[in-house]
């Protein structure tokens, strides 16, 4: 394993500690999770690097992305002497669409939806009106607070040999007087049902919530940790389908976790540390990883990406299709999500 990192200083998220001898393995939410819904899927995209070279982009997390980036820029700004909401959402919400060339969508039925980029506008102008510096009753301590290269979220050691830290970033780090607090933003198409009913069980939120804990004796006094509890994230729901009241596409819920909750959480983790660690092993070994075939038709809601290879009846032709359909990439790194432009 040593040899195979050397050899390859691109898989970032995996190092030697030389003064301890551990490895040291780096993951964020997207990466654990992807390795849970199907080993091979991870090796080849976090290992191999592949990616689809034309046609692979994704609505949806293009879409994340872009109103993460917005909302980032509003809470960095939105109480500055003159701030005019009008006036920064009609020309940055344009920018940063065709910045994102989100035009590529436009056959997407939710871009439809939306209404393309002037939709998005609208749906900047109404977020910023809802949330207000008059109606916004939090302080902002801090907005794109990444973790993981510092090593700043430890999960644990497993077994000796192996430390194991969590990365991500931090849309938006809030104070409302009771709570230092994430505030997180989804996008979903509407509110059909409850939309905080699935991120109660969601590993992300809560791996938010335990990091908050570990990275906050660096951005504020201890004086401020005393006296605030940091025991929940508030999630912002963005519904992509207009509302007839502009105000009633935006809803705000907590989500709590307890003590015993975070340690579960960070026992799990460490399992899958492990698990990444072992799997990589062997795929270095034999070059290969255990599949979840459960996945192949509903990644995300699509094919996966890589059925395309999985199809072929041969390595030689899994290889073929990757020389034509694919192409070697940067590995997925949280920290630049958004930033690569
Ligand atoms: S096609 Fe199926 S088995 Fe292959 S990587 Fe995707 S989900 Fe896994």
Not at 45 to 68: E, K, M, P, Y
Request: proline letters at 5%; charged letters at 25%; aromatic letters at 12%.
């Amino acid at each position: 394993m040593i040899d195979f990192l050397r050899d390859h200083p691109e898989i970032h998220w995996l190092a030697i500690n030389e003064e301890t001898g551990l490895f040291e393995l780096t993951l964020d939410n997207h990466m654990l999770s992807t390795f849970r819904n199907c080993p091979s899927h991870f090796m080849t995209a976090f290992v191999d690097g592949v990616q689809l070279r034309t046609g692979g982009r994704s609505w949806f997390l293009d879409f994340g992305i872009l109103f993460h980036k917005m909302v980032e820029e509003y809470y960095t700004i939105f109480r500055e002497p003159g701030f005019n909401t009008l006036d920064w959402a009609t020309t940055r919400a344009p920018e940063e669409w065709k910045a994102a060339e989100m035009n590529f969508h436009s056959a997407h039925k939710e871009y439809k939806v939306i209404g393309g980029v002037i939709g998005f506008t609208t749906l900047i102008i109404s977020y910023a009106l809802k949330f207000s510096p008059d109606n916004e009753r939090l302080r902002v301590i801090g907005t794109e607070i990444g973790f993981g290269k510092g090593r700043e979220v430890l999960l644990g050691i497993v077994r000796g040999f192996l430390s194991c830290f969590l990365s991500g970033r931090i849309d938006v780090l809030v104070d409302d007087g009771t709570h230092i607090t994430p505030l997180d933003h989804k996008t979903m198409n509407s509110f059909r049902s409850d939309p905080a009913g699935k991120y109660e069980v969601d590993e992300g939120p809560t791996g938010y919530i335990y990091a908050v804990g570990k990275i906050l004796p660096s951005l504020v006094p201890p004086e401020m940790i005393l006296k605030r509890r940091c025991d929940r994230i508030l999630m912002n729901f963005i519904s992509k389908t207009p509302t007839e009241k502009p105000e009633d596409r935006f809803r705000r819920l907590p989500i709590y976790k307890t003590t015993e909750q975070l340690s579960s959480y960070q026992e799990r983790m460490l399992l899958t540390g492990e698990d990444i660690f072992r799997s990589l092993l062997s795929y270095v070994q034999t070059g290969h990883a255990q599949r979840n075939t459960g996945m192949c038709n509903s990644w995300f809601m699509r094919d996966c990406p890589y059925l395309p290879i999985h199809r072929q009846g041969s390595k030689r032709d899994e290889l073929l299709i990757i020389d034509s359909m694919y192409s070697a990439k940067p590995i997925w790194d949280t920290e630049m999500v958004g930033k690569e432009s």
